[in-house]
């Protein structure tokens, strides 16, 4: 081997040469936008709160520093720290003012995550050590046109165990040259003092790496293996066709083969709707992060479920960021409504009776969370019947006077007393009470939030922030000490899916607990603790069914905070393929699902004072003489509102086919004849 031969040198390309990533080099990008605005969003001007269009801003700003370089004669390069420095400036973060200690730590803190991400992303070719070991040459070096620092290039080439085969190199942020213009092979052949017929480069690029090589003279090889160089179109593809990759990969998940027994319908259906569920638990991660909640409070009883996929999804690390710690809370409508009140009077209890505005004093008495005999005599002196409801309660002059009675007042507020303490100890066992101004995040499945109301007027020292589902348009005035934050669809911002809310009690169904509904609470041994009703019919349904559905979304966790983190989706990108799915629940129901729905009681203490059963019916006959008696078309339309979910009702396989047909022609009927009545 001649002295020329001796000193060949062998640059290699990083990108799709060396190193390959699971997804779009842009999703890198997409991450690091995703984890400023989850960290600073509060920072940012409203209309720059949105991943994609931090992202785009960045783009913007490497734009710009790279024309700057190249009016300065350099070429169109720039480094990741500048970029940071000018993006922050474009987005509008000017809370941290440039050069200060603060904009520095943040720029350091935005570099790591970068490089974690590439880490975590990226892997070693398949091939090309194989490639490499068979071209002899003295040194081996990477050479990559690229924003990152050599040093960090190192650090990655490390991460995957590549540093033996290419200890050192170049990156042209460092230098202002890139391989484009092929300044960058001539700047590395004059620092190691070497011919171009000396040199010898590979790379992916038939440009960059081929083309401007040899019309330097430089031996260029061009690296692109059919199978991986597939996989880098299909990321393209994916990345350029967000929605449709979430529902391939949806479709995907859903018709992979499950080992062993064959599963449950239920725990199929699971898997098919997992990502409804796993979307809304990264609404509230990132918005918890960005509220800076110093702890969450999972509501019972949706919430136990809540609570498990939040656990399970948080040790995935979807987004990089750790979200705040997260216990569960035994609370109830029925158990914090009392305890919130100042006092019984009409302007107190119109936070029930403006949901509630037909009510019974036994349903009042319920809602209270008290026995009715004590008021037995008070009620009978004013000619009031404790089962007859009263419209418009706090207008009606009997209930007016029965409330503003001396031993009526006495015995209530006693009772409101009794309440609160008992609720105030209960707080106090998971670490909440008044004598510390927290910032506390609660999440339920949502429709109004009125628990989490009653813990605000309870607790006013506390901020409060609510994460729901769905929220429906409030009823009552809200706390200051309040916001909520809805994920699904937020009347109280506007109508779009109004629809979502017309039948929620499937969702609450999917959702439940076999422990039972809080109803109060006593003081034990161990201190104040949850008195919780368990129903056996509600537990066999949950057994059966419900179960078994959520093993299957908790089963797909894994696979979904994988896709997450490597693609970076947020909540918001995974919104319009979840609410195909809460449409297909509602509108296309499995059989198991309906069956289910329509076995059960669902509790309506609060407010209605007693349960709905779903299972009650009315007669073919009822429904085939509705369109011509008005008895009957008023019993049908009573029970139409019962059951509150139509689509059920038709998939249900325990109702028969003549009484569905029988229906199916009713509603057709009555919507005709109101359409005509509306003309």
Same mark, same amino acid.
């Not at 979430?246 to 199929?268: C, F, I, R």
């Given at each position: 081997?001649?002295?020329?031969?001796?000193?060949?040198?062998?640059?290699?390309?990083?990108?799709?040469?060396?190193?390959?990533?699971?997804?779009?080099?842009?999703?890198?990008?997409?991450?690091?936008?995703?984890?400023?605005?989850?960290?600073?969003?509060?920072?940012?001007?409203?209309?720059?709160?949105?991943?994609?269009?931090?992202?785009?801003?960045?783009?913007?700003?490497?734009?710009?520093?790279?024309?700057?370089?190249?009016?300065?004669?350099?070429?169109?390069?720039?480094?990741?720290?500048?970029?940071?420095?000018?993006?922050?400036?474009?987005?509008?973060?000017?809370?941290?003012?440039?050069?200060?200690?603060?904009?520095?730590?943040?720029?350091?803190?935005?570099?790591?995550?970068?490089?974690?991400?590439?880490?975590?992303?990226?892997?070693?070719?398949?091939?090309?050590?194989?490639?490499?070991?068979?071209?002899?040459?003295?040194?081996?070096?990477?050479?990559?046109?690229?924003?990152?620092?050599?040093?960090?290039?190192?650090?990655?080439?490390?991460?995957?165990?590549?540093?033996?085969?290419?200890?050192?190199?170049?990156?042209?942020?460092?230098? $202002?040259?890139?391989?484009?213009?092929?300044?960058?092979?001539?700047?590395?052949? $004059?620092?190691?003092?070497?011919?171009?017929?000396? /040199?010898?480069?590979?790379?992916?690029?038939?440009?960059?790496?081929?083309?401007?090589?040899?019309?330097?003279?430089?031996?260029? @090889?061009?690296?692109?293996?059919?199978?991986?160089?597939?996989?880098?179109?299909?990321?393209?593809?994916?990345?350029?066709?967000?929605?449709?990759?979430?529902?391939?990969?949806?479709?995907?998940?859903?018709?992979?083969?499950?080992? =062993?027994?064959?599963?449950?319908?239920?725990?199929?259906?699971?898997?098919?709707?997992?990502?409804?569920?796993?979307?809304?638990?990264? /609404?509230?991660?990132?918005?918890?992060?960005?509220?800076?909640?110093?702890?969450?409070? &999972?509501?019972?009883?949706?919430?136990?479920?809540?609570?498990?996929?939040?656990?399970?999804?948080?040790?995935?690390?979807?987004? $990089?960021?750790?979200?705040?710690?997260?216990?569960?809370?035994?609370?109830?409508?029925?158990?914090?409504?009392?305890?919130?009140?100042?006092?019984?009077?009409?302007?107190?209890?119109?936070?029930?009776?403006?949901?509630?505005?037909?009510?019974?004093?036994?349903?009042?008495?319920?809602?209270?969370?008290?026995?009715?005999?004590?008021?037995?005599?008070?009620?009978?002196?004013?000619?009031?019947?404790?089962?007859?409801?009263?419209?418009?309660?706090?207008?009606?002059?009997?209930?007016?006077? &029965?409330?503003?009675?001396?031993?009526?007042?006495?015995?209530?507020?006693?009772?409101?007393?009794?309440?609160?303490?008992?609720?105030?100890?209960?707080?106090?066992?998971?670490? @909440?009470?008044?004598?510390?101004?927290?910032?506390?995040?609660?999440?339920? @499945?949502?429709?109004?939030?009125?628990?989490?109301?009653?813990?605000?007027?309870?607790?006013?020292?506390?901020?409060?922030?609510?994460?729901?589902?769905?929220?429906?348009?409030?009823?009552?005035?809200?706390? =200051?000490?309040?916001?909520?934050?809805?994920?699904?669809?937020?009347?109280?911002?506007?109508?779009?899916?109004?629809?979502?809310?017309?039948?929620?009690?499937?969702?609450?169904?999917?959702?439940?607990?076999?422990?039972?509904?809080?109803?109060?609470?006593?003081?034990?041994?161990?201190?104040?603790?949850?008195?919780?009703?368990?129903?056996?019919?509600?537990?066999?349904?949950?057994?059966?069914?419900?179960?078994?559905?959520?093993? =299957?979304?908790?089963?797909? @966790?894994?696979?979904?905070?994988?896709?997450?983190?490597?693609?970076?989706?947020?909540?918001?990108?995974?919104?319009?393929?979840?609410?195909?799915?809460?449409? #297909?629940?509602?509108?296309?129901?499995?059989?198991?699902?309906?069956?289910?729905?329509?076995?059960?009681?669902?509790?309506?203490? &609060?407010?209605?004072? #007693?349960?709905?059963?779903?299972?009650?019916?009315?007669?073919?006959?009822?429904?085939?003489?509705?369109?011509?008696?008005?008895?009957?078309?008023?019993?049908?339309?009573?029970?139409?509102?019962?059951? $509150?979910?139509?689509?059920?009702?038709?998939?249900?396989?325990?109702?028969?086919?003549?009484?569905?047909?029988?229906?199916?022609?009713?509603?057709?009927?009555?919507?005709?004849?109101?359409?005509?009545?509306?003309?």
């Amino acid at each position: 081997m001649n002295q020329a031969q001796r000193r060949t040198v062998l640059t290699i390309d990083i990108w799709d040469t060396l190193l390959r990533r699971e997804c779009h080099p842009d999703c890198v990008k997409l991450h690091v936008s995703r984890y400023l605005l989850t960290l600073y969003g509060n920072l940012l001007p409203e209309e720059k709160r949105d991943a994609w269009t931090l992202m785009r801003q960045r783009q913007l700003a490497e734009k710009h520093i790279g024309s700057e370089a190249k009016n300065a004669g350099l070429d169109d390069e720039y480094s990741l720290l500048d970029v940071y420095d000018r993006w922050l400036d474009l987005i509008g973060i000017t809370q941290i003012t440039r050069g200060s200690p603060q904009r520095s730590a943040l720029i350091e803190s935005i570099a790591s995550i970068e490089l974690e991400q590439e880490q975590r992303v990226t892997y070693p070719d398949p091939t090309i050590r194989t490639t490499i070991e068979e071209i002899e040459v003295e040194q081996r070096m990477f050479l990559s046109d690229f924003y990152m620092p050599a040093t960090q290039l190192r650090a990655l080439l490390d991460h995957h165990r590549l540093s033996e085969l290419v200890p050192n190199g170049w990156s042209s942020c460092d230098i $202002g040259y890139n391989k484009r213009s092929g300044r960058l092979f001539t700047q590395v052949q $004059g620092e190691l003092g070497i011919q171009p017929q000396q /040199h010898i480069h590979i790379g992916d690029n038939p440009n960059a790496d081929v083309f401007a090589a040899k019309k330097l003279g430089i031996e260029a @090889i061009h690296f692109q293996p059919q199978a991986e160089h597939n996989k880098r179109l299909q990321h393209a593809r994916a990345f350029n066709a967000r929605q449709a990759a979430l529902e391939k990969a949806s479709a995907d998940w859903t018709n992979e083969t499950v080992q =062993g027994e064959t599963p449950h319908p239920a725990y199929q259906y699971g898997r098919q709707t997992s990502l409804l569920w796993i979307g809304f638990i990264l /609404h509230i991660m990132q918005h918890a992060i960005t509220d800076k909640v110093e702890q969450l409070f &999972f509501f019972t009883r949706e919430g136990e479920f809540f609570h498990r996929l939040y656990q399970k999804l948080a040790a995935e690390d979807p987004i $990089g960021i750790t979200p705040p710690p997260a216990q569960l809370l035994e609370v109830s409508r029925i158990a914090t409504f009392s305890a919130s009140l100042k006092q019984a009077s009409s302007d107190e209890l119109m936070r029930l009776w403006s949901q509630y505005s037909i009510q019974s004093p036994r349903a009042l008495f319920a809602s209270l969370d008290i026995e009715p005999e004590a008021f037995q005599e008070a009620l009978d002196r004013l000619g009031m019947d404790i089962d007859t409801p009263i419209q418009l309660p706090w207008k009606d002059p009997r209930m007016q006077n &029965f409330l503003q009675q001396p031993e009526t007042q006495q015995r209530l507020n006693a009772h409101l007393g009794n309440k609160r303490e008992q609720l105030l100890g209960y707080l106090q066992t998971h670490g @909440i009470d008044s004598d510390s101004s927290r910032n506390l995040g609660i999440v339920d @499945i949502g429709w109004r939030g009125s628990i989490q109301d009653n813990l605000a007027h309870t607790l006013p020292e506390i901020t409060w922030h609510g994460y729901y589902l769905a929220l429906n348009r409030f009823l009552n005035h809200q706390p =200051g000490n309040s916001s909520k934050n809805a994920w699904a669809t937020n009347l109280n911002v506007n109508n779009r899916f109004a629809e979502l809310l017309d039948s929620v009690a499937p969702f609450e169904m999917l959702c439940n607990s076999p422990n039972g509904s809080v109803t109060g609470y006593q003081r034990t041994a161990r201190g104040v603790q949850a008195i919780r009703l368990v129903d056996q019919q509600e537990n066999r349904v949950f057994e059966e069914s419900i179960r078994h559905y959520q093993a =299957g979304v908790i089963d797909s @966790i894994a696979f979904w905070a994988r896709l997450i983190r490597i693609q970076a989706y947020s909540a918001q990108e995974i919104r319009p393929c979840a609410l195909k799915m809460w449409h #297909g629940i509602i509108n296309t129901p499995p059989a198991f699902l309906a069956h289910a729905y329509f076995r059960l009681n669902h509790n309506e203490t &609060f407010g209605a004072g #007693g349960f709905s059963n779903k299972a009650q019916s009315v007669s073919t006959w009822d429904i085939l003489r509705s369109p011509y008696s008005t008895k009957h078309r008023a019993r049908t339309r009573d029970y139409l509102r019962e059951i $509150g979910w139509l689509p059920g009702l038709y998939a249900n396989p325990g109702i028969s086919t003549s009484f569905k047909l029988s229906l199916r022609m009713m509603v057709k009927m009555l919507w005709l004849r109101n359409r005509l009545l509306r003309r």
